[in-house]
Structures are given as structure tokens and as C-alpha cells.
Nanobody, 123 residues
Framework: VQLQASGGGLVQAGGSLRLSCKASGHSFRSYTAGWFRQAPGKEREHVAHIRWTGDKAYYTDSLEGRFTITRDNAKKTMYLQMNSLQPEDTAVYFC?????????????????WGPGTQVTVSS
């Protein structure tokens, strides 16, 4: 599975962005997938993940309510809608797929990663 994230950019505080993660390979449809982010000098952190069925999503507590993860398996694409963005949301955002084990919030649990997309929020 190859993943490609897109949709990042520069936005003012309070604005919105929608990230997309396009997958190649049929098996993406059967994988839990998620979004992570990494700010300069910080560890990669969980943002959200979604079951392969798309019917259940999980968020890092501080982001729930502003961010929404969805997926369209027919298009082999996952999305992250980000609203009310703040400067502290500035980071490189990565999409990932296939969790080994049950530690869904840990980046090391994911098998496949795409190159990140930069999100910069100005104050």
C-alpha cells in the first residue's frame, strides 16, 4: 500500500483545511487508517484514526470537535477536515494505515506511511 497525503498549506488562525490521503492497492479498504502530525522538535502524535468500515472514528481528546476524519473506500481515500485552526496546529501531517496490535494511538503500530503534508497556521 502506498499513501499520498495532500491538501496542506498556509491558513490564518480560525481557518479550515481539508487533507486527503489517497491510497494505492486494494487492501487499504480493509485497514484501520489514521492521521498523525509532527511539529518541529516534537514527537509524532496521534490526531485521529478510523476503522476500515468507516463507522467509528477516534480522536486525540484535545482535537475532537475541531477535526473530523472520514474515509471513502470506493475511492481509497481518507480525509481530515480541520476547522478553527490555531498556530499550535502547525505541523507536518502524515497519513498511515494498517495497525499491528491494538495500540491505535501509537505511530509505531502502523505499517504504511505516506510522505507528510505541511500545515502552517499563522496568528
Amino acid at each position: 500500500v502506498q499513501l499520498q497525503a495532500s491538501g496542506g498549506g498556509l491558513v490564518q488562525a480560525g481557518g479550515s483545511l481539508r487533507l486527503s490521503c489517497k491510497a494505492s492497492g486494494h487492501s487499504f479498504r480493509s485497514y484501520t487508517a489514521g492521521w498523525f502530525r509532527q511539529a518541529p522538535g516534537k514527537e509524532r502524535e496521534h490526531v485521529a484514526h478510523i476503522r476500515w468500515t468507516g463507522d467509528k472514528a477516534y480522536y486525540t481528546d484535545s482535537l475532537e470537535g475541531r477535526f473530523t476524519i472520514t474515509r471513502d473506500n470506493a475511492k481509497k481515500t481518507m480525509y481530515l477536515q480541520m476547522n478553527s485552526l490555531q498556530p499550535e496546529d502547525t505541523a507536518v501531517y502524515f497519513c498511515a494505515a494498517q495497525v499491528i496490535g491494538s495500540q491505535y494511538y501509537r505511530p509505531e503500530s502502523y505499517s504504511y506511511w505516506g510522505p507528510g503534508t505541511q500545515v502552517t497556521v499563522s496568528s
